[in-house]
């Protein structure tokens, strides 16, 4: 049984990579970086697994990623973020570690969250990685507490109405 859980979070993470769309902006820098996300995910899997994922970790995780694979602070990020949010809530770790999780950034997310501090910031400047954490610090705010929650609210609310309309 654990060789079969195994096996299902590693399938997980190429799951998440096709759902982000990420193939179509990355071509000839896919190979680097299915590795490189692979590997830093299944990392921070297994510090969420042992309860010690901190979000120094997955900030430390997704930099690592962008300048390894030359892809952008946003491509590294989402998913990686998304992979962790769903697997710590099908885990049931979501209540221990749910304050380290960061939100994934796109362009819905950012232009409804919008503080009047980061009017100017947009995707091509997440390459900042101080724009990142800025970004994250204000969906903390906006999440009271929590910075996944803008994301949730967006995203996944929505989904659940989409499907039962």
């Avoid at 010690?52 to 694979?69: G, Q, Y």
């Avoid at 697997?87 to 994934?104: A, F, G, N, V």
């Avoid at 994250?136 to 929590?146: C, I, S, W, Y």
Wanted: hydrophobic share 35%.
């Amino acid at each position: 049984m654990k060789e079969i859980f195994k096996t299902i979070k590693q399938v997980l993470v190429p799951m998440f990579y096709k759902e982000a769309q990420l193939g179509r902006s990355l071509r000839k820098r896919n190979k680097i970086f299915n590795v490189e996300s692979f590997k830093s995910i299944m990392y921070l899997v297994s510090k969420a697994d042992n309860n010690t994922l901190k979000n120094i970790d997955i900030r430390e995780k997704i930099k690592e990623v962008s300048k390894k694979a030359g892809v952008s602070i946003g491509q590294s990020q989402k998913v990686i973020n998304v992979y962790l949010k769903y697997y710590c809530i099908l885990t049931k770790k979501l209540t221990k570690i749910i304050k380290e999780l960061d939100s994934p950034l796109d362009n819905q997310i950012m232009s409804k969250f919008k503080g009047a501090n980061l009017r100017k910031v947009n995707l091509k400047d997440l390459n900042d990685f101080n724009n990142y954490i800025a970004w994250q610090d204000h969906l903390e705010k906006e999440g009271n507490g929590f910075r996944i929650k803008p994301d949730i609210d967006t995203y996944d609310k929505k989904r659940i109405k989409l499907f039962l309309s």
